[in-house]
């Protein structure tokens, strides 16, 4: 099996419970760091022969044609430069018959409960810019049907905060406020009154922000001459 974009290992020593004694699990990350961390992991757990980690790019796996039984990403794509062709290389790398899956989030369905709504958009446009492909995740269908795999289904995860604490540290708001300052976005002002807004809602218990993710699954084909 393998893991796109698999950081410091975090589901790839889960994933060897399913492979089994006699299966290999495969991460792949571009931050040599984080493959160096689940390396250590991977170690430590006493699988380093069966969870192995490397540096990689996305857009050109270090594997062959038809390498793995199957193969996953989650919460990748909204960083690639070239999401397709990270799909692409996906399917290239699977065999025929293999399952591909891809999570991940649509940030294009981010809100923000606040009584500055128009403020709130703009934090919001914030995120689109610092990411990559902040919209992968609504195109993965289409991508998957593209690409001609079959059995293709999809499912529509949501997700919400009601801790604004939590949700300030899992999504860098405080960062995200900075840099929307730094780019004009929004005024210092606002920048305090929104989050002066969502302090409010939090003293009260009501801070509340949602967004969904896309869970898109489809089949290699077989070639044509498989029994």
């Known amino acids: 099996v393998l893991d796109l974009g698999c950081g410091p290992g975090s589901d790839t020593l889960s994933l060897a419970d399913l492979v089994g004694d006699t299966g290999q699990v495969f991460g792949v990350d571009f931050d040599t760091e984080m493959v160096?961390?689940?390396?250590?992991?991977?170690?430590?757990?006493?699988?380093?022969?069966?969870?192995?980690?490397?540096?990689?790019?996305?857009?050109?796996?270090?594997?062959?044609?038809?390498?793995?039984?199957?193969?996953r990403s989650e919460r990748l794509f909204q960083h690639l430069l070239d999401p397709q062709q990270g799909l692409a290389e996906m399917i290239r790398v699977?065999?025929?018959g293999g399952?591909?899956?891809?999570?991940?989030?649509?940030?294009?369905?981010?809100?923000?409960?606040?009584?500055?709504?128009?403020?709130?958009?703009?934090?919001?446009?914030?995120?689109?810019?610092?990411?990559?492909?902040?919209?992968?995740a609504r195109s993965l269908y289409r991508w998957f049907k593209t690409a001609g795999l079959e059995a293709v289904s999809f499912e529509v995860v949501p997700f919400s905060f009601d801790d604004l604490d939590v949700f300030a540290q899992t999504v860098l708001l405080d960062r995200v406020l900075h840099e929307a300052r730094e780019a004009g976005r929004i005024t210092d002002d606002?920048?305090?009154?929104?989050?002066?807004?969502?302090?409010?809602?939090?003293?009260?218990?009501?801070?509340?922000?949602?967004?969904q993710l896309l869970l898109v699954s489809g089949r290699k084909e077989h070639d044509a001459f498989d029994d």
């Open 36 to 71: 160096e961390q689940a390396n250590e992991r991977a170690t430590a757990a006493d699988l380093g022969e069966r969870v192995l980690h490397r540096q990689a790019d996305a857009a050109a796996l270090p594997f062959d044609d038809g390498f793995c039984d199957a193969s």
């Open 99 to 136: 399952r591909i899956v891809v999570l991940d989030g649509d940030y294009g369905s981010l809100s923000i409960g606040s009584a500055i709504p128009e403020v709130e958009r703009r934090v919001v446009e914030q995120y689109h810019v610092m990411m990559n492909s902040p919209f992968a």
């Open 94 to 96: 699977t065999r025929p």
């Open 190 to 211: 606002e920048s305090r009154r929104f989050r002066a807004d969502l302090d409010q809602a939090a003293d009260i218990g009501g801070f509340f922000a949602s967004a």
